[in-house]
Structures are given as C-alpha cells and as structure tokens.
C-alpha cells in the first residue's frame, strides 16, 4: 500500500509514461538519422519529435504542482526543481567556459535535460533527509 497522495499517483504514472516516451522517441529518431540521408524539412520535423515528451513533462510537472494538496509536498518538490534548475544553470554555463577557455569538448543541450531532473532528484533525496532529520 503505497502512502503517496492522488496527486503523485497521477504524477508518477503521467511522468512514466512521458519519459518512455522520451526513451523511445529518442532512440528512434536516432535510427532514422543514423541510417539515411533526410532533406532538411524532414531532419528538422524528425529533430522535434523528442522535444514533445519533454513537453508533456513539463505540462506534467504543472499539473503536479496545481493537483497537490499537501503544501509541504508541494514545496519540497519546487525547492527540488529550483535546486535542479539552479545547479544544471551554474554546471553547464561553466562547462561552457571550460569549452571556451580549456578547449574541451562543448556542452551537449541533448544531456542538459537529463542532468536536470539528476539534479531534482539528488535534491528531493537530501531535502527529504533534512526535513526527516529535523522532525526526529
């Protein structure tokens, strides 16, 4: 029996299903690249297929947002997203001087979306320690 609200049920099963989405999208866009030459339109309308689960999740993540009851939740859930937000901010853009400076190889905007929600739940995890921590 789980103890989670209507609110992340829906959440967990929405966002589930949008990042198969992703995975799939994305592996299969990659195929169709990878095996065959597409005029540009259609490398250009194939490109944006991955970007519409990505969509979705954000939409899902609002929907989260304004379905969930519980204030606590709702707050540790934004500071995860704000830490996400801010950490994947500061990483990239000094990434981005290593590139420019060190030569190194440029940041991927195909990886920044994955270090994100990394970062979100790396955060969720320790907010939820802190605040364990401090009822006890």
């Given at each position: 029996?789980?103890?989670?609200s ?6 967990l ?19 169709v690249?990878y095996h065959?030459?597409?005029p ?6 194939l ?19 304004k ?13 995860s997203?704000l ?6 901010l ?6 981005s001087f290593?590139?420019l ?6 940041v991927?905007?195909?990886h ?11 955060s969720?995890?320790?907010l ?8 006890e």
């Amino acid at each position: 029996m789980s103890n989670h609200s209507p609110a992340v049920a829906r959440y967990l099963r929405r966002i589930a299903i949008a990042s198969a989405a992703y995975v799939l999208t994305v592996f299969l866009t990659f195929h169709v690249f990878y095996h065959g030459r597409l005029p540009l339109p259609a490398a250009i309308g194939l490109a944006t297929i991955p970007s519409i689960p990505i969509i979705a999740m954000i939409v899902i993540v609002a929907l989260y947002l304004k379905e969930e009851k519980d204030e606590f939740q709702r707050e540790l859930f934004i500071q995860s997203l704000l830490w996400g937000a801010g950490f994947t901010l500061a990483l990239t853009s000094f990434w981005s001087f290593v590139h420019l400076f060190a030569h190194f190889p440029p940041v991927d905007g195909f990886h920044v979306f994955v270090i994100f929600w990394i970062i979100v739940g790396i955060s969720d995890f320790f907010l939820r320690l802190k605040y364990r921590a401090g009822n006890e």
